[in-house]
C-alpha cells in the first residue's frame, strides 16, 4: 500500500483544519465575501434569474467591498501579505458604503430611470460619491493609471470649453455628468462591466479552480514529456504549457507565475541564459491572452460591441492566435540552435503515460467546456457553469475513488477536496477584482467618449494620420503600448477601441481598403497584450525576470523582441480579412469562411510567413544570416501573410492563392542559400 500517498492526505486534512482553527475575523470575513460572491454569479446562469442591472450592480458591490477589504490604501514593499493588519476600521466603512452605493442602482432604478434627465440631490451626492469610490478601488486594484485617465476624462468634460479651438468641447453640467456616468447604463454600469459580471467572472473562476486543483503542474509535465526529449524541449514545452494554461487563465502575470515556476528553472538548466529563459515565458504567457476562449475578457466584450455570436469571434481570433503560438515555439527552437543545445536529460523528463494517468481528469472539464460551446452551442456562461460543476463532480469522485484505493481517510480527502474548492472559489473572486474594476473604471471614459467627444476625437486622430489606414495603425498601435503599460489589457482595449475602432473602419471606407470591424477591435486588442512586457513597465517582465533572477528591463526587451512576430500579426489582418476567415464578397461586404480546406490553406501559409519573419528579426535559420538574406525573409513572410498584394499592386486577375507557390519558392531560396553555406563550411 502506497503509505506516503496516504500520510499525504491524511496530512492535508489535517492541515486544512489546524488552518480553519487559526483563522482571523478578518480572514474568515474575506473568504464569506469571495465565496458569496462566487456562488453568487454560479446561482446565475440557472438557479437564480434577475434582470441585467441587477447582475451589474451586485457585482460592482462585491468587487468593491472585497477590494477595500483586502488591499491597503498604501502598500508597502515589505509587505508579505495584501490582506493583513494594515487593514483599518475604515476600510469596512469605506467597504460597506461602496457597497450600499453600487447597491442604490438597484434599490432606486425605477425612480432613477423615471427623473433621469433630472436627477435628485439623493441622486447626485451617491453618484458622486459612486464615483470617487470606484476611482480609489480601481487604484489600490491595479494602480493609479486608469483612475488618473478617468479623472482627465471628466475634467475634461466639465472643463472642455477652455480649452484650445482644435480641441475645445462644449462641456457638460454636474447632473448630465452624473446621469450619464453613474445613473445610467451608459458608463460605469455599461457594456463592459455587464461582459465582466455575465461571462468573464465564471471562465475566471473556472481557471482558478483548475489551477487550485493542480491543472498548471499538469499541463506542464505534458508539454514536457512530450518536448523535452527535442533540442530546447524545455523552451518548447513553456510555450506549450502557457498555452494550454492560457486556455482558461487571461492574465499574463497569473500565466508566468503559474508556469513560469517550473518552466524557467528548466530552461536555464539545459542552457538558456536566464535572461533568454525569463524572456520565453514572458512571451509565452502573454500570448495565453490571445487564446480562445478567454482572451483576457476581450473576446466577449467584442461580442457585445459587435451584435456578433461570441463563437464568431473566437473564431475569427484562432488562427493569429495560433499562428502566434507556433512561430513563438519556433523561436525557441530557433535561440536553441544559437546555442548549440542538446534535449533535457531523461531523468527530467516526465513519462507521458504516467503524465496523463494522473492528471486526464482535469481535460475532463476541459472537454465538456469545448464541448458546450461547439457543440451544444450553449451560452458562454452556461458552458462555464456547466464545466465548473463537471470540475467539482470529477474532483470529489477523484477524491474519494483514490482514498479508497489507498485505504486513507475519505473524510480527511473530502475534506481536503472541499478546502481546494474553497481556495478555487476565493481565487476567482480576487482574480476578478482587477477585471470588474478595470471595466467598470473604464465605462467612465466610454461614458464621457459618448457625451459628445467621440467626433471631436476622430477628427484629431484623423488629422494626425493625415487621412491614410497606414498611420492611423501606427498611431493606434503605439498609443496601446503606452497605456498598457499601466493598464491591465481589458481597459486598454476599452478605451482604444471606444476611441480608435470607428476611425479606423471610418478611413478604410474612404481609402479603398476594406477592413472588418472585428479586425479593428482585435487589432486594439493585440498591441494592448503586447504591453504587458514592454519597457519600462511591463509587469509580466519583471515577474518573470523576478523567478530566472535576470535584468527586468533586460528581460523586457528580449520579450519584446520575440513578440515582434505577435505586433506583425495585426497589420496583415487587417490588410488580409482571410487571417480572421473573412473575406469580401461581389456586395462588397464581409463573409464567413466556412471551408475547412480553405482555413487550413490559409493558417498553413500563415505559420510559415510567421517563420520567415521570425528568422528575419531573430537573424538566424540554419545559420546565422547574412545582411542580403534578411529582405529574402521579409518578401516571402509578406507574400504568405498577404498573397493578394501582388494582384492589387500588379492588377492581376490570377487567383492571389497562386502567389503562395511564390512565396514558398522564396522561402525555399533562403534554405538553399544557408544550406550550401553550411556546405562550404563544412568542406572547409
Known sequence: ????????????????????????????????????????????????????????????????????????AIRRKDSADACGARIRPSCYILAGVACLCASYFVLDWTGIQMRAANPLPRDIVIGIILIVLLLEASRRAIGPALPIIA?????????????????????????????????STEGIFGIPLRVSANTVFLFVLFGSMLEKAGA???????????????????????????????????????????????????????????????????????????????????????????????????????????????ALFYITHLEASKLGMKALPKCDIPRFLSVLEGGFHYLIPLLVLIYELIVARHSPNLAAFNAI???????????????????????????????????????GSKNMLSVALAT??????????????????????????????????????????????????????????????????????????????IAAHLFCFYFGILADDTPPVGLAAYTAAAIAKSDPIQTGIQGFIYDLRTAVIPFMFIFNAELVLLRIGPDLEFHQINSWPQAILI????????????????????????????????LAALILFYPAIITKTLHLGIHPYYFYLLGLAIYASAYLIQRLRLIDKERL
Open 1 to 72: 500500500m502506497p503509505s506516503e500517498t496516504v500520510k499525504s492526505i491524511n496530512l492535508q486534512g489535517g492541515s486544512l483544519k489546524r488552518s480553519l482553527g487559526m483563522v482571523t475575523p478578518h480572514t474568515a470575513i474575506v473568504a464569506i465575501v469571495s465565496v458569496a460572491w462566487a456562488l453568487f454569479q454560479l446561482a446565475l446562469p440557472r438557479l437564480v434569474i434577475l434582470d441585467s442591472t441587477t447582475i451589474r450592480a451586485v457585482h460592482l458591490a462585491f468587487a468593491m467591498t472585497l477590494v477595500f477589504l483586502t488591499i491597503p
Open 151 to 183: 479623472l482627465i476624462f471628466t475634467l475634461y468634460a466639465f472643463f472642455g470649453s477652455q480649452m484650445p479651438l482644435v480641441i475645445a468641447f462644449r462641456g457638460v453640467s454636474l447632473r448630465r455628468y452624473l446621469s450619464q456616468i453613474a445613473l
Open 216 to 326: 498548471g503542474r499538469f499541463f506542464n509535465d505534458l508539454a514536457l514529456s512530450l518536448l523535452g526529449r527535442f533540442k530546447g524541449g524545455a523552451g518548447k514545452a513553456a510555450v506549450v504549457s502557457s498555452g494550454l494554461t492560457g486556455l482558461v487563465s487571461g492574465s499574463s502575470i497569473a500565466n508566468v507565475v503559474t508556469t513560469g515556476t517550473f518552466t524557467i528553472p528548466l530552461m536555464k538548466k539545459v542552457g538558456y541564459p536566464a535572461k533568454t529563459a525569463a524572456a520565453i515565458e514572458v512571451a509565452a504567457s502573454t500570448n495565453g491572452q490571445l487564446m480562445p476562449p478567454i482572451m483576457g475578457a476581450a473576446a466577449f466584450i467584442i461580442a457585445e460591441y459587435l451584435g456578433m455570436d461570441y463563437r464568431d469571434v473566437i473564431k475569427a481570433a484562432a488562427i493569429p492566435a495560433f499562428v502566434s503560438y507556433f
Open 389 to 427: 460543476v463537471v470540475l467539482v463532480i470529477v474532483e470529489l469522485v477523484r477524491c474519494i475513488v483514490h482514498s479508497v484505493r489507498v485505504a486513507c481517510s475519505v473524510r480527511n480527502a473530502l475534506f481536503a477536496t472541499f478546502g481546494t474548492i474553497g481556495r478555487g472559489l476565493i481565487g
Open 440 to 517: 467598470a473604471t473604464a465605462g467612465i471614459i466610454v461614458g464621457v467618449v459618448f457625451m459628445g467627444i467621440s467626433s471631436m476625437l476622430v477628427d484629431i486622430v484623423a488629422g494626425l494620420s493625415f487621412g491614410s489606414i497606414v498611420p492611423l495603425l501606427l498611431i493606434t498601435a503605439v498609443a496601446s503600448l503606452i497605456l498598457g503599460m499601466g493598464l491591465p489589457t481589458t481597459a486598454t482595449y476599452i478605451v482604444m477601441a471606444s476611441i480608435t475602432v470607428p476611425i479606423i473602419v471610418g478611413i478604410s471606407s474612404t481609402s479603398g481598403i476594406l477592413i472588418p470591424a
Open 603 to 634: 493558417f498553413a501559409m500563415a505559420v510559415l510567413g510567421a517563420f520567415a519573419f521570425t528568422n528575419a528579426v531573430q537573424g538566424w535559420f540554419l545559420t546565422k544570416n547574412k545582411w542580403y538574406e534578411i529582405p529574402i525573409f521579409l
